[in-house]
């Protein structure tokens, strides 16, 4: 009686442990996570960058997928955001340096109107294309609260990697690279 | 087997079981660290007359309307058609050349002596272009009791991130 009483108690030990070892296993190594409704984590699931449809600054249609195929690097910023300042021209220095292996840098501006925009782009020489960003488009991207905000967009379409702030050439420029020798 | 084999077999399981539980708590313990980092960020010593912390601002939402502070926001319209503080109010970027009229016709009649808490939100807090300028502004009409919301990085990580409260919306 008392083996058997034993016998029942360790198989229920076991059982528990064998469910809290799976447990622990499945929430510290989550196959994917959820981010703005888009699954990150795992490399096959990275999140396909949202479409967007503007015109740009010269009244030409913007649309990302026309540039299906490249790399994107899409920038939101301002005209009078400081950070923005000082990360547009290594992004200038970027377009310039790899265009012809398939980088296309977008801006997105956050200003109010399209003028101040005009002035701030010939001013500092921007050589991609810039549209006025909208509130739809930011919260496609998961919102867009705070700049600069860029995100780095493979050649299949797909979100690589959200830079908050103004990232260094040195943090962006081996991404891009990587990202351009990839098919 | 034997009882005392059961025994061991229960002993190496619940030495198994209390690993686990010690990784499980450590990754916890790491979380809540990271939140506590997060929910702790204080206004710098030099700022602390001028400036409140999301934590505090958070309380006083708590608080009876009449009694909280007004909330102006001087950031982008973009930004805070997103996101914003409830209650809130949109006036325009304190940098630009609108805010001064528009700040000023909010609070005409605004007694002096009123807690207004000011924000943007827009870029980390050293280089933002915003909230100095119309803190400046309403200083210069006489308004005593004016805050500005110290927010270390951007609106998005310091308070939406944070699950502090926000509404949408122009």
């Avoid at chain 2, 010593?45 to 001087?74: C, Y």
Wanted: proline residues 7%.
């Amino acid at each position: 009686m008392l083996k058997s009483y034993r016998a029942m108690g360790a198989l229920t030990v076991i059982l528990l442990s064998i469910g809290l070892v799976f447990g622990i296993y499945t929430v510290r190594h989550p196959r994917s996570r959820s981010q703005g409704g888009k699954l990150i984590g795992a490399s096959e699931a990275l999140p396909i960058a949202p479409e967007f449809s503007l015109t740009d600054l010269n009244g030409q249609p913007l649309k990302l997928s026309s540039f299906h195929g490249k790399v994107v690097l899409i920038d939101y910023w301002a005209t009078w955001c400081a950070p923005c300042k000082i990360e547009i021209p290594r992004l200038i220095v970027l377009q310039n340096k790899y265009k012809t292996q398939g980088l296309q840098v977008i801006g997105l501006s956050m200003d109010d109107g399209p003028e101040p925009v005009r002035i701030f782009a010939r001013e500092l020489g921007i050589n991609y294309p810039i549209a006025l960003g909208n509130v739809k488009v930011a919260e496609a991207y998961g919102g867009v609260l705070g700049l600069p905000i860029a995100f780095l967009i493979d050649r299949r379409g797909r979100i690589s990697r959200k830079l908050v702030g103004d990232a260094e050439m040195q943090s962006i420029e081996p991404d891009v690279q990587k990202l351009l020798r990839q098919p | 087997m034997k009882p005392s084999s059961w025994f061991r077999a229960l002993l190496h399981l619940s030495s198994i079981t209390a690993v686990a539980l010690a990784m499980t708590t450590a990754g916890q313990a790491q979380v809540v660290t990271h939140a506590m980092n997060q929910a702790t960020v204080a206004v710098p010593v030099g700022e602390r007359d001028t400036a409140i912390s999301p934590e505090e601002l958070v309380k006083l939402l708590q608080i009876p309307k009449g009694d909280q502070p007004i909330i102006l926001n001087v950031g982008p319209r973009l930004l805070y058609a997103q996101a914003h503080i409830p209650g809130a109010e949109y006036i325009a970027p304190g940098s630009s050349s609108a805010s001064n009229e528009m700040l000023k016709k909010r609070v005409q009649a605004v007694p002096h002596g009123r807690s207004i808490v000011l924000y943007c939100g827009c870029c980390p807090w050293s280089r933002c272009p915003n909230i100095h300028p119309a803190y400046g502004e309403l200083r210069s009409m006489g308004f005593t009791k004016v805050k500005m919301l110290y927010i270390a990085n951007n609106f998005g990580a310091d308070w939406v991130d944070k699950g502090y409260p926000t509404a949408k919306g122009k």
